[in-house]
């Protein structure tokens, strides 16, 4: 059945891969599936037709016949579960594996977020130089007990898993505010998430979307 | 196999059912399934034992036979997927339903954690009451496509499920600000998900720990 993804017609990143549906496109290419792309505008996702497959007007969605499906973490969820490559067979690293996507999604990325939403939306605030320091330090409180956990390890719970590919699309966003080279190991691990086939196949196709370019890999 | 779980030896609410402990009491209740609790100070959630099964020094904590999980959201899909009544049969309403929990995690508490960070943290800042309204319109924009999408509906997706659960648990943090009662059907659907007998033995149980005191009921 032909999967079909929405993505930003323009992604407000410029290509860099931050939009949430680079993490849907690497988890389909880990698992081997091939995919197709329909491109909303910012007007087109709070239309009628775009809301009632996302209630919050946004993207990524996911459908495959008469399944529709919204909310990433829930995508990567569904395609894991039902593809190899995403989630260890045993049962117990199973649920261990999934237990690291809702941690990098509920746990690592909200304060990420408010400092994202700091810096977009109140960066011309007389609070903001003020209060930044105090955001920051709240993502430093999680990456160092990330950084703590995962120790010298390649992943975060024995093989690559969905987890590994949600934290690592997590920690990405923070590239830019340079608190990441605060932590090398998070930074190694980021990396070696970047340099998997599937990730740099995820990345390349949501740029071609930005540059109107057809990957050429 | 006995299921164990950790919640606060002395919980911040003061026994109003917001900890994390009450949502996996609840769906525990809901499966039909007894649980033991493991209480911790928060001395004891920083120190390398709890650690060990919490990287980020939280509550709760899942325990059964070799199985270790932490996150809510995972220990809940754990439940639902294993314990027949947090989950319709049917595959794609299924999968729809774990959407619902996800966007309670993803979408939907986000902007309620900043603004619970924005008074816990931030009440004494000199930008606290100029900045509040804006937080608190990030909540209404959220809130604002969430009623629309429940409507007259008694649950997000059919019969109630996980992220029913999920959903009413994120709304309830918002009770003390007032913004629920601005969306009657988001005050009834919280209503309706607080008078199920699951939830009342979850509260009731989190509550007796507070109080020092054995449910009554």
């Known amino acids: ?105 509920n746990t690592v990325e909200p304060p990420i977020l408010e400092l994202t939403t700091a810096r977009l939306l109140e960066g011309d605030k007389p609070w903001y130089e003020e209060r930044l320091p105090l955001v920051e330090d709240r993502v430093r409180n999680r990456l160092d007990q990330l950084s703590g956990r995962l120790g010298d390890a390649d992943w975060l719970d024995g093989a690559f898993s969905a987890g590994d590919l949600m934290m690592v699309s997590v920690l990405l966003r923070l590239r830019s505010s340079g608190i990441l080279d605060e932590y090398p190991n998070l930074a190694a691990y980021v990396a070696r998430g970047e340099v998997r086939p599937a990730y740099k196949r995820a990345f390349d196709a949501q740029l071609a979307v930005y540059t109107g370019k057809p990957p050429t890999g």
Do not use: C
């Open 1 to 105: 059945m032909t999967i079909t993804i929405t993505a930003f017609e323009r992604s407000p990143d410029g290509g860099k891969g931050l939009a949430r549906d680079t993490r849907v496109r690497w988890a389909l290419e880990e698992a081997g599936l091939p995919y197709r792309v329909r491109l909303v505008s910012f007007r087109a996702m709070k239309e009628p037709a775009h809301l009632a497959l996302h209630p919050f007007g946004q993207i990524p969605t996911y459908e495959e016949g008469d399944l529709a499906l919204f909310e990433t973490g829930s995508i990567v969820l569904h395609i894991a579960e039902r593809h190899a490559g995403l989630l260890p067979d045993d049962a117990n690293a199973r649920a261990r594996a999934i237990t690291w996507m809702f941690a990098a999604l």
